[in-house]
């Protein structure tokens, strides 16, 4: 091994990383911080966006920050912005000594670093937390882009030695490109439940629902909008909240404004503490994944964060989630449709005025903490890796056989 004869170095190459704040940086800054608890470890990743939070680097890992292009809404995404991190990625890559690397998505930046892998004769461990192809493909992308990507991403998988997956639905994809399934170690996708945690200060000003999060093709959810204009004058106090960002957003805001004016608030991307009292205040969490886009085996993570606070869930999208929803009875699972949403919707106001969204938070909260905690997934994340260098595994691995009541978590790129 290089960089010490005890030691392993861990190389981690990745676009997003804390303070960004997104599920990917959430499962990456897990991941680093498992990681130095046995290994060294450098990050290279990108300078933040500038609304990201101001925290401190997690004790024992390297972070080396590169400029790179984002666009208005302050995300790399976009080949241009992808080539923009992943050309000055590679230069410094080969520059570096290493015992294994891992990469994130895109497969742009996982094929720069499987070939310096290859190269300098390291294994190479590959996250996938989704099938990046199938997101493409689900946001309406020419066929050919569609093709390149999906050509790039099996090179990827297929030169990984390890490829952590979040999910049986992700095996399925990853099996239909081609990829050895003894090679994958299911690791889960988890929710920080220090942070989102029934004990977190509730936003104490009325009753609202949330919507936190990307804001894509992949969720449409303008049908949170349609639903809440047709039980809004019924409810001349309640307000909709919309946080985070996404290629919708100003969408949303138009529709809100012809729909219901100024019963629609947009906070922009904030903290996850600021995340967590919007949860645990709201009337119930909204998530959405739009039916027909390829993309119905995700899990959306805000699900699960808003079951951390206790808060219950409206999920308006296709069954595989909503099985998740339902049969742990974290709240509503119900179609991408704005009646359906409507009547959720007045459920839950309901369940509210008569105590039973607080007699069931803490149960709500403990299947939470049970299940997606985000450090038990860091750890057997680095498991994996640490694999590669010879190290013993120390964390317990998800059964591949679990009913729908444990699955693993994700989120669509965004």
Known sequence: MSGSSTVPVVLLATRTYPPEVNAAAFRLGALARALARRAGVTVITSTPAAHAPTIRDAAGVKVKRLPALRDRGGNIRGYVQYMSFDVPLLLRLIARRFSVAVAEAPPT??????????????????????????????????RLVVGLMRSMERFVLRRAACVLSVSDGVNERLAALGVDLAHVTVVGHGVDTTVFTPLAPASGDGAYFVYTGTMSEVHRPQVLVEAFASIAPQHPDLTLRFYGQGVYEQELRDLSEHLVPGRVEFGGVIAPELAARQLRGAVAALVTLAPGTGYEFAHPTKAYAAAACGTPVLYAGPDEFGAIVRENDLGLAVSHDPSAVADAMERLLKDRELGATERERPRRAQWAADNVSLEAVGARAADAVLALAGLPRTAGRIEQDQGPSVRPVQEPPS
């Open 109 to 142: 930046t996982g094929a720069v670093t499987a070939v310096v892998a290859a190269l300098r004769r390291r294994p190479f461990a590959y996250y996938a937390a989704d099938v990046w192809s199938d997101g493409v493909a689900a946001v309406g992308a020419p």
